[in-house]
């Protein structure tokens, strides 16, 4: 079995998704009045990482854990519908020309996932009508069905993506060799070592010199 792995933001997403999670929360009609808590308290861990004193990939889990905080105690139906506000924003951007290899891979009977450092709940629903067979994301954590803020998330980036690949596709017979990998940034390295056919969409610069010199297709 051929699988086609494809991340979100800047690849099936053209954008970036915490951009539009900060703006959604700002403007919320019922939870605005807690961005300003949440802008005070992702400063530090955003200024100590542009000053390169705080590594990216904790500033990025830190935010969303400081994210949840604003949404605290939402029942998990509140936080469905929260995220489905979300996701009919995100759904007039999508990259078109990566939505096209992904019907052609479910058309070629492929087993196609979706991997992303995003909410879970916001993946599921942005994505209901593109038929993914996986699809692996930050889980939020519930406590009686009411989110957690307290308890710790598992961001998904890096060479997390690759434990969770793995996890899902444990029991089957994959052909590696003859898969396929779409993602923007070179975070996704592990990813796209996975597979025979990497396809690097809209790269960054440190990934877009990697495709070259490895002969990558560039969309």
């Given at each position: 079995?051929?699988?086609?792995?494809?991340?979100?933001?800047?690849?099936?997403y053209a954008n970036e998704t915490f951009p539009i999670l900060m703006d959604h929360l700002k403007n919320h009609p019922v939870y605005h009045?807690?961005?300003?808590?949440?802008l005070r308290t992702i400063l530090p861990p955003y200024i100590g990482s542009k000053l390169k004193i705080y590594p990216k990939h904790k500033?990025?889990?830190r935010?969303?854990?400081?994210y949840l905080a604003a949404l605290d105690q939402?029942?998990?139906?509140?936080?469905?519908?929260?995220f489905e506000e979300i996701a009919e924003k995100m759904k007039t951007n999508f990259n078109q020309q990566v939505i096209e290899r992904l019907e052609q891979h479910i058309s070629d009977n492929d087993h196609v996932m979706l991997v992303s450092g995003a909410y879970t709940p916001l993946l599921q629903s942005v994505t209901k009508e593109l038929l993914f067979h996986t699809i692996i994301g930050t889980d939020i954590p519930l406590k009686e069905q009411h989110v957690d803020s307290k308890s710790p998330i598992y961001h998904i980036q890096a060479s997390r993506k690759n434990e969770k690949i793995q996890t899902a596709l444990a029991n089957k017979d994959i052909d590696w060799s003859n898969s396929f990998a779409y993602a923007d940034s070179f975070s996704d390295l592990p990813v796209f070592e996975l597979v025979g056919n990497p396809v690097a969409v809209k790269p960054e610069p440190r990934l877009e010199s990697t495709a070259k010199n490895r002969g990558w297709e560039i969309i």
């Open positions: 079995m051929r699988v086609a792995i494809f991340d979100f933001d800047g690849t099936l009045s807690k961005y300003k808590r949440f500033m990025r889990e935010s969303m854990q400081i939402l029942s998990k139906q509140e936080l469905d519908t929260y």
